[in-house]
């Protein structure tokens, strides 16, 4: 069905910029970048996605039975998006935030032409009907070069959904919900929004990947809307039989000064808030993966471990279990959506207190953006420290959260919401940032 074209690279970085600059020609578009980073998961440095030979959209109800018809009809990669708000297929639940960028709540595509990048050797994946313009091209990619341009048109003012005093407040109600026993934790989050803004959405990558370097950097583009995601996290992968979640929680702020950063580091992995919260994820993964996995299979391989970033320090944990060859891929997913990381224990009830609280529909922001394989194996991030745009609406949107536990300050939480927020802002607001 395919036809593989193996090309070596002279310089892998000028590739990837000239391959995205390329790629912009198509309609419907995916682009996921490990920047490099060591991962003992992982099995390519880059993947893009162009071009739909068929597609799906569909809004919440019944998303994930179209999805799995979808992969059984195609037998082939699929690339694409789970929205947060699939929750709303798996649980009585509904969204009734504020939306102002309008993005399907699922959308996947077969793609006509793959492009797959492995240290310093490029693999074409093309359809059939296809297959005789890779030369073309790969002669293409290596001449399409520019510098960069600014991000914006004009300058962008970034608005709050939520001010300091009615976040505040509503972390107070949230406090309340888990005093009464409600729920343990929950993640709450809230929206910076632009309105009538234009910017240029590979440039806008292009400054956020640089600042940011994280593992599971993606870029999507569908007609008029764009994701633009600098995403520390996996949400889950399944390579044969096994499956691995790596949840975050936990966050601080990285130094200029070795030492302090150093300190900043320790003190992160010893918080004992900050182990809870990462820890009661943990659980609710492992509670979520047991669903199809062999007994006895589900470990823990990494428990709230450090890592740093170019940003911020994370703790992440590592979960690990084995599911039988026949399980299907999107079983797997509808099983274990949304992540706990972005939801809260017990899930349902922090799910239903997030939308009683939160002002905007969340949409793809604390989704999942991954592909298939034909084989059924399949890997997918969580769409955090991400801009959302709707070129054609000229809404703009980065949205940021932190976990509520019984032991959490408001203050201290929304200090987090800033850091977090740090990164996005200072790729639309600054033009030092190249």
């Given at each position: 069905?395919?036809?593989?074209?193996?090309?070596r690279?002279?310089?892998?970085?000028?590739?990837?910029?000239?391959?995205?600059?390329?790629?912009?020609?198509?309609?419907?578009?995916?682009?996921?970048?490990?920047?490099?980073h060591?991962?003992?998961?992982?099995?390519?440095?880059?993947i893009?996605?162009?071009?739909?030979?068929?597609?799906?959209?569909?809004?919440?109800?019944?998303?994930?039975?179209?999805l799995?018809?979808?992969?059984?009809?195609?037998?082939?990669?699929?690339?694409?998006?789970?929205?947060?708000?699939?929750?709303?297929?798996?649980?009585?639940?509904?969204?009734?935030?504020?939306?102002?960028?309008?993005?399907?709540?699922?959308?996947?595509?077969?793609p006509?032409?793959?492009?797959?990048?492995?240290?310093?050797?490029?693999?074409?994946?093309?359809?059939?009907?296809?297959?005789?313009?890779?030369?073309?091209?790969?002669?293409?990619?290596?001449?399409?070069?520019?510098?960069?341009?600014?991000?914006?048109?004009?300058?962008i003012?970034?608005?709050?959904?939520?001010?300091?005093?009615t976040?505040?407040?509503?972390?107070?109600?949230?406090?309340?919900?888990?005093?009464?026993?409600?729920?343990?934790?929950?993640n709450?989050?809230?929206?910076?929004?632009?309105?009538?803004?234009?910017?240029?959405?590979?440039?806008?990558?292009?400054?956020?990947?640089?600042?940011?370097?994280?593992?599971?950097?993606?870029?999507?583009?569908?007609?008029?809307?764009?994701?633009?995601?600098?995403?520390?996290?996996?949400?889950l992968?399944?390579?044969?039989?096994?499956?691995?979640?790596?949840?975050?929680?936990?966050?601080?702020?990285?130094?200029?000064?070795?030492?302090?950063?150093?300190?900043?580091?320790?003190?992160?992995?010893?918080?004992?808030?900050?182990?809870?919260?990462?820890?009661?994820?943990?659980?609710?993964?492992?509670?979520?993966?047991?669903?199809?996995?062999?007994?006895?299979?589900v470990?823990?391989?990494?428990?709230?471990?450090?890592?740093?970033?170019?940003?911020?320090?994370?703790?992440?944990?590592?979960?690990?279990?084995?599911?039988?060859?026949?399980?299907?891929?999107?079983?797997?997913?509808?099983?274990?959506?949304?992540?706990?990381?972005?939801t809260?224990?017990?899930?349902?009830?922090?799910?239903?207190?997030?939308?009683?609280?939160?002002?905007?529909?969340?949409?793809?922001?604390?989704?999942?953006?991954?592909?298939?394989?034909?084989?059924?194996?399949?890997?997918?991030?969580?769409?955090?420290?991400?801009?959302?745009?709707?070129?054609?609406?000229?809404?703009?949107?980065?949205?940021?959260?932190?976990?509520?536990?019984?032991?959490?300050?408001?203050?201290?939480?929304?200090?987090?919401c800033?850091?977090?927020?740090?990164?996005?802002?200072?790729?639309?607001?600054?033009?030092?940032?190249?």
């Amino acid at each position: 069905m395919r036809t593989a074209y193996h090309y070596r690279i002279k310089d892998k970085s000028a590739f990837k910029r000239r391959l995205l600059l390329w790629a912009q020609g198509y309609n419907e578009v995916v682009w996921l970048d490990s920047n490099d980073h060591k991962d003992i998961y992982g099995s390519k440095d880059g993947i893009l996605a162009v071009g739909a030979a068929s597609s799906i959209q569909y809004q919440a109800k019944g998303a994930f039975l179209k999805l799995k018809e979808f992969i059984d009809q195609t037998e082939d990669w699929i690339f694409g998006y789970l929205s947060y708000d699939l929750k709303n297929d798996l649980e009585d639940l509904s969204s009734n935030g504020y939306d102002g960028l309008g993005f399907p709540d699922l959308y996947f595509f077969q793609p006509k032409k793959i492009i797959r990048i492995k240290d310093q050797m490029a693999e074409f994946l093309y359809l059939s009907s296809c297959q005789e313009e890779v030369l073309d091209d790969i002669e293409k990619i290596n001449s399409n070069d520019k510098e960069a341009v600014p991000a914006t048109h004009d300058p962008i003012k970034i608005r709050m959904r939520m001010f300091k005093e009615t976040y505040y407040h509503k972390v107070g109600q949230m406090l309340k919900h888990i005093q009464r026993g409600n729920i343990y934790e929950a993640n709450f989050c809230q929206e910076f929004y632009a309105q009538q803004t234009i910017i240029d959405p590979v440039t806008a990558y292009r400054r956020l990947n640089k600042i940011s370097r994280p593992p599971f950097a993606a870029y999507l583009k569908i007609g008029p809307l764009y994701l633009i995601s600098a995403s520390p996290e996996r949400f889950l992968k399944k390579q044969g039989d096994l499956l691995v979640s790596q949840p975050i929680k936990g966050t601080a702020r990285r130094s200029s000064d070795s030492a302090e950063d150093e300190q900043l580091k320790k003190d992160l992995g010893s918080d004992p808030k900050e182990r809870a919260e990462n820890i009661m994820i943990v659980d609710l993964v492992r509670n979520d993966l047991s669903k199809f996995a062999l007994k006895g299979s589900v470990k823990v391989k990494e428990l709230c471990k450090v890592y740093s970033f170019e940003q911020v320090h994370q703790m992440i944990s590592t979960i690990e279990a084995t599911v039988a060859k026949n399980t299907h891929p999107a079983d797997l997913l509808k099983a274990t959506f949304p992540m706990g990381s972005m939801t809260g224990a017990p899930k349902y009830s922090a799910m239903k207190i997030i939308e009683e609280l939160e002002r905007t529909k969340r949409g793809l922001y604390s989704g999942a953006v991954g592909y298939f394989e034909p084989d059924k194996n399949f890997d997918f991030n969580v769409v955090i420290r991400s801009i959302l745009y709707n070129h054609k609406r000229q809404y703009l949107s980065f949205s940021v959260g932190s976990a509520i536990t019984a032991k959490a300050l408001p203050e201290k939480e929304y200090q987090e919401c800033l850091l977090k927020a740090k990164a996005m802002r200072l790729v639309l607001e600054k033009d030092d940032v190249k």
